[in-house]
């Protein structure tokens, strides 16, 4: 019964989370929006990884991954610069937020 959790071998593509480590030595600061603008909600926790729901063009941003404007998306109302989150590419991994 205990296992039942765990038996999930198939997933969509809108339900699979990749995850996508922060940069090491950094407690990203986790904002409202997708600018150092909005308010900060949280710091993620070094050695932290996020999973992108999506991504979208804001600040231009620079950090241990480059200089770049796009911001991931990790949760409802929380973004954080790209530039802290290695995911092996210079642009979008994820779909375009709306």
Known sequence: MGTDE?????????SAATHYT????YRVNVRSG???????VRALPLGA????SCQKNGEWI????GTTRIWD???PGEYISDAYV???SDGFVAP???
């Open 6 to 14: 765990n038996k999930t071998t198939t997933t969509t593509a809108a």
């Open 22 to 25: 922060v940069a090491p030595g």
């Open 34 to 40: 997708p600018s150092t603008q909005y308010p900060i």
């Open 49 to 52: 990884t996020v999973a992108i």
């Open 62 to 65: 620079s950090g241990p991954y």
């Open 73 to 75: 998306n990790i949760a």
């Open 86 to 88: 290695r995911t092996g």
């Open 96 to 98: 375009r937020c709306a």
